[in-house]
T-cell receptor, first 108, second 113 residues
Framework: AQRVTQPEKLLSVFKGAPVELKCNYS??????LFWYVQYSRQRLQLLLR??SRESIKGFTADLNKGETSFHLKKPFAQEEDSAMYYC??????????FGAGTRLFVKA | NAGVTQTPKFQVLKTGQSMTLQCAQD?????MSWYRQDPGMGLRLIHY???????DQGEVPNGYNVSRSTTEDFPLRLLSAAPSQTSVYFC????????????FGPGTRLTVT
């Protein structure tokens, strides 16, 4: 069965510390993965996608097919990074499933 | 472009009442979907559509109906509201032209008492 797992519901780090939000997936096909972010009082929006291999707001994510993971990383967290983060998997056509989300709290 | 719009923003229903959540997009996206967001469960797909006249069930379709008569609109109908349907509902649209990125509406917070 297709599944996206985000094991941490809440992640709290100090400003300037590295942060890693974990995402694991289960999918028999060729995966296409995304990270979405929801800042307070804002809409859910795309942060980055694995096929672009880009860095957005200092965040990067590498697809590891062997470990079926797509962890989101940032070397130095900022207070404005505090938000809800969702890992998502496109499972063919347009259909996309989401993980349960991780709330990141960056302390001053 | 307004993007994806949803109405209403807030709604309170009594058990057994019915209502329709509206969703519209002006980006000519083929794909539209409805999700519900519950604490600890993330976003769960309710129904989706790959074009006008075509809809299909997602992960949690029971108690909800959809139709897609135009490319722009994708309303979600609650047939007989139950307290378990208390949630935040998000509509999203997507296109292969945008690399399947989901564009989300602002959400509708529904409370069923």
């Amino acid at each position: 069965a297709q599944r996206v797992t985000q094991p941490e519901k809440l992640l709290s780090v100090f400003k300037g510390a590295p942060v890693e939000l974990k995402c694991n997936y289960s999918y028999s096909g060729s995966p296409e993965l995304f990270w979405y972010v929801q800042y307070s009082r804002q809409r859910l929006q795309l942060l980055l996608r694995h096929i672009s291999r880009e860095s957005i707001k200092g965040f990067t994510a590498d697809l590891n097919k062997g470990e079926t993971s797509f962890h989101l990383k940032k070397p130095f967290a900022q207070e404005e990074d505090s938000a809800m983060y969702y890992c998502a998997l496109r499972i063919g056509g347009f259909k996309t499933i989401f993980g349960a989300g991780t709330r990141l709290f960056v302390k001053a | 472009n307004a993007g994806v719009t949803q109405t209403p923003k807030f709604q309170v229903l009594k058990t057994g009442q019915s209502m329709t959540l509206q969703c519209a997009q002006d980006m000519n996206h083929e794909y539209m979907s409805w999700y519900r967001q519950d604490p600890g469960m993330g976003l769960r797909l309710i129904h989706y559509s790959v074009g006008a006249g075509i809809t299909d069930q997602g992960e949690v379709p029971n108690g909800y109906n959809v139709s897609r008569s135009t490319t722009e609109d994708f309303p979600l109908r609650l047939l007989s509201a139950a307290p378990s349907q208390t949630s935040v509902y998000f509509c999203a649209s997507s296109s292969d032209r945008s690399g399947y990125e989901q564009y989300f509406g602002p959400g509708t917070r529904l409370t069923v008492t």
